[in-house]
Antibody
Framework: QVQLVQSGAEVKKPGASVKVSCKASGYTFTGYYMHWVRQAPGQGLEWMGRINPNSGGTNYAQKFQGRVTMTRDTSISTAYMELSRLRSDDTAVYYC??????????WGQGTLVTVSS | QSALTQPASVSGSPGQSITISCTGTSSDVGGYNYVSWYQQHPGKAPKLMIYEVSNRPSGVSNRFSGSKSGNTASLTISGLQAEDEADYYCSSYTSSSTLAGWVFGGGTKLTVL
C-alpha cells in the first residue's frame, strides 16, 4: 500500500530555514511527481510546487520562487522541501502528496512548522 | 496564480443534496479537465474525492459527483450523511505565459444540519 511518512514537527526562528522530508513506500518512487502543499492555521490549502523524482526537475509556485527548494534522494525514496528566510506567516502544516491523473491521491500525515522568535 | 473561488460555507439536512461551486478562469478550470476535489476533516490530511472533473477514485462513494461548465466546476453530494461534514477544496491545473502549476480554491465548510 502507498504510504508517505513525513518528518516531525519543527520550531524555527524567523530568518532560518527548514527542511521537511517525505519517505515514500509501496510504489515506484521515480514513477510519480511529488507535490508539496501547506495549510496555515485555520486557513485553506496552498500549492507550493512539485518535483519529478525521476529527473529532479521542479515547478514552483510563483509565490515561493527563490525561497523554496525541492529535492529527492532516489536511493531512499525520499523527497525533501526546504523553505528559507522563514517568517511568522510561514507557520503551517506542510504536506507532501503524490500526483496521479493530475490530482493528489495520496498524502503524507503533515508536518507542523512553527516560526517564532 | 490566484486562488479559485468557492463559497465559504454550505449546509444541508441528512438525505438532501448540496452543490459546491468552484469558479476560475480560462487559464485553469475552463482550460483544462484537470479539476479535482478534496475532503478534509479537522486535523486530518485531505482526501481525494473527484479527479479530472468527474472521476471518482476507488473507494469513494457514488454519492459524490463532479461536473464542469465553462470556468466553473461543481461538486455535488447526494443523500447527505453526518460523516460528510467537512471542508471541501477544489483544485485545478493552471498555466500562464510564465508559469504552470496547480491552484486551490479557498475551501467550503459543509455543515450537515
Amino acid at each position: 500500500q502507498v504510504q508517505l511518512v513525513q518528518s516531525g514537527a519543527e520550531v524555527k526562528k524567523p530568518g532560518a530555514s527548514v527542511k521537511v522530508s517525505c519517505k515514500a513506500s509501496g510504489y515506484t518512487f521515480t514513477g510519480y511527481y511529488m507535490h508539496w502543499v501547506r495549510q496555515a492555521p485555520g486557513q485553506g490549502l496552498e500549492w507550493m510546487g512539485r518535483i519529478n523524482p525521476n529527473s529532479g526537475g521542479t515547478n514552483y509556485a510563483q509565490k515561493f520562487q527563490g525561497r523554496v527548494t525541492m529535492t529527492r534522494d532516489t536511493s531512499i525514496s525520499t523527497a525533501y522541501m526546504e523553505l528559507s528566510r522563514l517568517r511568522s506567516d510561514d507557520t503551517a502544516v506542510y504536506y507532501c502528496a503524490r500526483e496521479s491523473s493530475s490530482s493528489l491521491g495520496y498524502w503524507g500525515q503533515g508536518t507542523l512548522v512553527t516560526v517564532s522568535s | 496564480q490566484s486562488a479559485l473561488t468557492q463559497p465559504a460555507s454550505v449546509s444541508g439536512s441528512p438525505g438532501q443534496s448540496i452543490t459546491i461551486s468552484c469558479t476560475g478562469t480560462s487559464s485553469d478550470v475552463g482550460g483544462y479537465n484537470y479539476v479535482s476535489w478534496y475532503q478534509q476533516h479537522p486535523g486530518k490530511a485531505p482526501k481525494l474525492m473527484i479527479y479530472e472533473v468527474s472521476n471518482r477514485p476507488s473507494g469513494v462513494s457514488n454519492r459524490f459527483s463532479g461536473s464542469k461548465s465553462g470556468n466553473t466546476a461543481s461538486l455535488t453530494i447526494s443523500g447527505l450523511q453526518a460523516e460528510d461534514e467537512a471542508d471541501y477544496y477544489c483544485s485545478s491545473y493552471t498555466s500562464s505565459s510564465t508559469l504552470a502549476g496547480w491552484v486551490f480554491g479557498g475551501g467550503t465548510k459543509l455543515t450537515v444540519l
